[in-house]
C-alpha cells in the first residue's frame, strides 16, 4: 500500500483557519478532520445533519450569510475544538448542547442576530468577550463573568460609586 497508509498522512496540502489563526498544513494527519467553508457566500440554514460529523476537530463557517438558528445537533460533535461562526446572519440562542464540548477550545459567535443566554460550561467562560460582540441580544447577565470589564463603565479618577448613583437619581 501507499505511504499515506503506512505513515497515516495525506501528501497534499492546504491552508487553514483554526482558532482565529491562519495555518498551512503540508502535510495532513488521515485522523485531523476539518472543514473551513469561511468567506464562500454560503446562504440558507445550517444543516442539522452537521451533527453527524461526530468526528469533527475544527468547524469555520464564518464570513458567509447563513440565517436561522444554529443546530442544536452541533452538541454532538464530541471531538470540536475550533468553532466559528461569526459574520453571518444567525439568530435565536446558542445551543445550550454546545456547552457539554468539552474539548471545545476556541468560539467565535460574534457579528450575528444572535440572543438569550450563553450556555454554561467552562469552555464558554474562558472566550475572549470579542467572540460574542455584536449581537442583537446576547451581551447580557450570562456573560458577565467573561464581559465584566467591558460592559461595566470605568469611573473617572474623581469619581465615587456614590457619587455616580446620585448622578443617576437625577440629583
Do not use: W
Amino acid at each position: 500500500m501507499g505511504d499515506e497508509i503506512e505513515y497515516g498522512y495525506y501528501h497534499d496540502s492546504m491552508v487553514l483557519m483554526n482558532k482565529g489563526v491562519e495555518l498551512e498544513l503540508v502535510r495532513i494527519l488521515k485522523i485531523y478532520t476539518a472543514i473551513d467553508f469561511s468567506g464562500n457566500r454560503f446562504e440558507g440554514e445550517i444543516p442539522s445533519s452537521i451533527g453527524l460529523l461526530r468526528e469533527l476537530h475544527v468547524l469555520n463557517l464564518s464570513n458567509n450569510a447563513f440565517t436561522g438558528h444554529i443546530p442544536s445537533s452541533m452538541g454532538n460533535l464530541s471531538a470540536l475544538e475550533s468553532l466559528d461562526v461569526s459574520r453571518n446572519k444567525l439568530s435565536g440562542e446558542i445551543p445550550q448542547e454546545l456547552g457539554n464540548l468539552t474539548f471545545l477550545e476556541y468560539m467565535n459567535f460574534s457579528h450575528n442576530h444572535l440572543r438569550g443566554l450563553v450556555p454554561g460550561g467552562t469552555q464558554f467562560r474562558t472566550q475572549k468577550c470579542s467572540s460574542f460582540g455584536d449581537n442583537s441580544g446576547l451581551l447580557d447577565s450570562s456573560l458577565e463573568d467573561v464581559c465584566k470589564d467591558v460592559h461595566i463603565p470605568a469611573l473617572q479618577q474623581d469619581e465615587t460609586p456614590e457619587a455616580e448613583e446620585e448622578d443617576e437619581g437625577g440629583v
